[in-house]
């Protein structure tokens, strides 16, 4: 059996940088080609810059290592997708089409699919949002993950690929800056109060959002992709939740060990985006599919969070 050779988009980002080192721990650090469109020089394993926008490119470094599985992460957000509509449609779907067409061409074994909960709207029920309601997103981005997760049903469909894909809630880690996420206050924040800085919050106070700790997100990405076929019983995105909460509890959770940590509050053109949202997501089809089952909770993120950007900012032995 041909060995596994796992090719990672969008490896530089919050997500890939994490998927990346797990799965060099799993598959070897020689079995994980590593790309992302910025160069990376003291990259530790095999690392390719690669833009996914291009067809030939991707196509040869899928040749070049003998490619047998794609994680495609690359992806502009919700926030900053807001800034150029037209090109961030461009690029999410073109990436994805490129994805699409070289693993159908080059028989790639398995594809992972990235979705998010940015694909609901406000026509639905926002608590306990359920697997599959009419998807009506307000953002460019969510637009692009609706139409995705259609795209990956009709490759498993036509083509019998076995691409498989989760819709994310904000994913919070302590390994990457905030990026263009309307959810990334929930890393910013923590930021802040290791460094001793006032925290201005671009969300309102009591706007809750379903959020998971990076460690859970991983961990239910990989429990998806090694579930045996047959059980997978939703091919356009599985809904995963971890927990939700507010700015204001976030902001209560972190005072336990901060207590003079300061907050203030500054809604910007981010919080339309986050009121579109769910306030928490039933995902109960993939629990009962999968067995899967969030480890963490509001408190114990917290303190892991806390514990690393210590580590990080102050070189205190975690
Ligand atoms: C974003 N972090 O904010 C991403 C995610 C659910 C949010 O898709 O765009």
């Given at each position: 059996m041909?060995s596994?050779k796992?090719?990672i988009?969008?490896a530089?980002g919050q997500?890939g940088t994490?998927?990346?080192n797990?799965?060099?721990?799993k598959?070897?650090i020689?079995?994980?080609?590593a790309t992302?469109?910025?160069?990376n020089?003291?990259f530790n394993?095999?690392f390719?810059?690669?833009d996914?926008?291009n067809f030939?490119?991707?196509?040869?470094c899928v040749?070049k290592h003998n490619v047998?599985?794609?994680?495609h992460?690359?992806?502009?957000?919700?926030?900053n997708?807001?800034k150029?509509?037209l090109k961030?449609w461009?690029?999410?779907?073109?990436t994805?089409?490129n994805v699409l067409e070289v693993?159908?061409?080059?028989?790639?074994?398995?594809?992972?699919y990235p979705?998010?909960?940015?694909?609901?709207?406000?026509?639905?029920?926002?608590?306990?949002?359920?697997?599959s309601p009419n998807?009506t997103p307000?953002?460019?981005?969510?637009?692009s993950?609706?139409?995705?997760?259609?795209?990956v049903?009709y490759y498993?469909?036509?083509?019998?690929l076995d691409?498989?894909?989760?819709?994310y809630p904000?994913?919070?880690?302590?390994?990457?800056?905030?990026?263009?996420?309307?959810?990334?206050y929930?890393?910013?924040i923590?930021?802040k109060?290791?460094?001793?800085e006032?925290?201005e919050?671009f969300?309102?106070?009591?706007?809750?959002?379903?959020?998971?700790?990076?460690?859970d997100?991983i961990?239910?990405t990989l429990e998806l992709?090694?579930?045996p076929r047959?059980i997978i019983s939703?091919?356009t995105?599985?809904?995963?939740?971890?927990?939700?909460?507010?700015?204001?509890?976030?902001?209560?959770s972190?005072r336990?060990?901060?207590?003079?940590?300061?907050?203030s509050?500054?809604?910007d053109f981010?919080q339309?985006?986050?009121d579109s949202?769910?306030?928490?997501?039933?995902?109960n089809?993939?629990r009962?599919?999968?067995?899967?089952k969030p480890n963490?909770?509001l408190d114990?993120?917290t303190?892991?969070?806390?514990?690393?950007?210590k580590a990080?900012y102050h070189?205190v032995v975690?």
């Amino acid at each position: 059996m041909k060995s596994e050779k796992i090719l990672i988009t969008g490896a530089l980002g919050q997500l890939g940088t994490v998927l990346t080192n797990e799965l060099q721990k799993k598959y070897g650090i020689n079995s994980v080609i590593a790309t992302d469109l910025r160069p990376n020089f003291d990259f530790n394993g095999v690392f390719e810059t690669l833009d996914v926008t291009n067809f030939k490119a991707i196509e040869e470094c899928v040749i070049k290592h003998n490619v047998t599985q794609i994680y495609h992460l690359a992806a502009i957000l919700s926030a900053n997708g807001e800034k150029n509509p037209l090109k961030t449609w461009d690029i999410n779907m073109s990436t994805l089409f490129n994805v699409l067409e070289v693993s159908r061409l080059c028989n790639i074994n398995k594809i992972f699919y990235p979705s998010s909960i940015a694909v609901f709207g406000d026509e639905i029920e926002s608590v306990n949002t359920p697997q599959s309601p009419n998807l009506t997103p307000l953002t460019v981005y969510g637009m692009s993950k609706v139409a995705g997760e259609n795209w990956v049903n009709y490759y498993h469909k036509r083509y019998g690929l076995d691409i498989r894909s989760l819709r994310y809630p904000g994913v919070i880690g302590y390994q990457s800056l905030p990026g263009g996420g309307t959810t990334d206050y929930a890393v910013d924040i923590y930021h802040k109060a290791v460094n001793n800085e006032d925290f201005e919050c671009f969300l309102k106070a009591s706007t809750m959002l379903p959020m998971i700790f990076i460690d859970d997100a991983i961990r239910a990405t990989l429990e998806l992709m090694d579930a045996p076929r047959k059980i997978i019983s939703i091919r356009t995105s599985y809904n995963l939740a971890g927990m939700s909460f507010t700015p204001n509890e976030l902001y209560n959770s972190i005072r336990k060990t901060y207590p003079d940590f300061k907050i203030s509050y500054n809604p910007d053109f981010r919080q339309e985006i986050a009121d579109s949202w769910p306030k928490s997501i039933d995902d109960n089809t993939a629990r009962k599919d999968w067995g899967w089952k969030p480890n963490y909770d509001l408190d114990s993120m917290t303190n892991i969070m806390i514990q690393k950007l210590k580590a990080q900012y102050h070189s205190v032995v975690a």
